[in-house]
């Protein structure tokens, strides 16, 4: 069985191009995902400074607290390296650690996020109180919303690893989440520097 699995991996990655078709096919979602986060920034962006009233970023950023959720969001991409690792080594239970700690890092980052949140309705800002309010809720809302998607997937090949869906030969479905993860770590550095720290340092 084993034979029959690296067979048919090494027959799917004959293909045209020299890349697995599914892995074109995630690329290619990354780069139109690109385009819509860039929409987003640079939407922000653009009307960053126009709000007529309400709190603005210096009212409600805690950069240490956002700092402490972009650290973890980080190591989730290391952990996440190390799965990847393990796998292709054939160390199938330190890639089940190593991925079930990745989907933590990725709630505990969501945590932070519902805790930011809940935070800033405290101090005013909603979606509907100003353009600020509106273009920061939409931007790191979408990017939320992936992270969450991310962590569903991850979990998914936790469980399918006990079903033998997932092992050193047949470990495509981990590279490709690990690429969307990682996708999804530089997006929100992007996110970290234009939003928070621009917001509440505009002169760096």
Same mark, same amino acid.
């Given at each position: 069985?084993?034979?029959?699995?690296?067979?048919?991996?090494?027959?799917?990655?004959?293909?045209?191009?020299?890349?697995?078709?599914?892995?074109?096919?995630?690329?290619?979602?990354?780069?139109?995902?690109?385009?819509?986060?860039?929409?987003?920034?640079?939407?922000?962006?653009?009307?960053?400074?126009?709000?007529?009233?309400?709190?603005?970023?210096?009212?409600?950023?805690?950069?240490?607290?956002?700092?402490?959720?972009?650290?973890?969001?980080?190591?989730?991409?290391?952990?996440?390296?190390?799965?990847?690792?393990?796998?292709?080594?054939?160390?199938?239970?330190?890639?089940?650690? @190593?991925?079930?700690?990745?989907?933590?890092?990725?709630?505990?980052?969501?945590?932070?996020?519902?805790?930011?949140?809940?935070?800033?309705?405290?101090?005013?800002?909603?979606?509907?109180?100003?353009?600020?309010?509106?273009?920061?809720?939409?931007?790191?809302?979408?990017?939320?919303?992936?992270?969450?998607?991310?962590?569903? @997937?991850?979990?998914?090949?936790?469980?399918?690893?006990?079903?033998?869906?997932?092992?050193?030969?047949?470990?495509?479905?981990?590279?490709?989440?690990?690429?969307? @993860?990682?996708?999804?770590?530089?997006? @929100?550095?992007?996110?970290?520097?234009?939003?928070?720290?621009?917001?509440?340092?505009?002169?760096?």
């Amino acid at each position: 069985m084993a034979n029959l699995n690296i067979e048919q991996n090494e027959h799917e990655e004959h293909t045209t191009t020299g890349l697995n078709h599914r892995k074109m096919l995630m690329w290619a979602f990354l780069g139109s995902d690109c385009m819509f986060f860039g929409s987003f920034i640079a939407t922000y962006v653009i009307y960053s400074g126009q709000s007529v009233g309400g709190p603005v970023p210096e009212d409600v950023f805690s950069i240490p607290v956002t700092s402490v959720s972009t650290f973890v969001l980080l190591m989730s991409s290391m952990s996440m390296v190390l799965s990847y690792s393990a796998l292709v080594r054939g160390q199938l239970i330190n890639f089940r650690i @190593w991925i079930l700690s990745t989907a933590l890092l990725g709630m505990t980052f969501i945590g932070f996020q519902v805790f930011e949140f809940r935070d800033f309705v405290l101090h005013g800002l909603t979606p509907k109180t100003n353009l600020f309010g509106s273009t920061f809720f939409v931007l790191t809302g979408f990017h939320g919303a992936h992270v969450t998607l991310g962590i569903i @997937w991850l979990l998914s090949l936790f469980f399918y690893s006990f079903r033998g869906g997932v092992t050193s030969e047949r470990h495509l479905d981990v590279d490709l989440a690990a690429l969307y @993860w990682h996708f999804v770590d530089v997006v @929100w550095i992007v996110i970290f520097t234009v939003v928070y720290l621009l917001g509440v340092f505009p002169g760096i």
